[in-house]
């Protein structure tokens, strides 16, 4: 069987950290879906998390900057 590694969800802080914005930024672009993020919860104040992979994805393809929207979920 050829198994994927399990990979951890990091928190918004982290996230930002990765992507070099701000905490707020990252939450802000989550919650529009301007990035990729996994919403916990239910309600309005829902925590997200994101995935490494799915973000570095994400700036790879906001480097570029593609005239198509970037890739969302299902990548």
Do not use: C
Not at 6 to 35: C, H, T, W
Request: net charge positive; aromatic share 10%; charged share 30%.
């Amino acid at each position: 069987m050829n198994q994927q590694p399990f990979e951890q969800y990091v928190s918004p802080e982290d996230a930002a950290a990765f992507l070099k914005v701000n905490r707020l930024k990252i939450i802000r672009m989550a919650r529009s879906g301007s990035v990729p993020a996994h919403p916990l919860g239910t309600g309005k104040r829902r925590q997200r998390r994101f995935k490494l992979s799915e973000l570095d994805k994400y700036a790879g393809w906001y480097r570029n900057k593609s005239p198509a929207r970037a890739p969302m979920k299902g990548m």
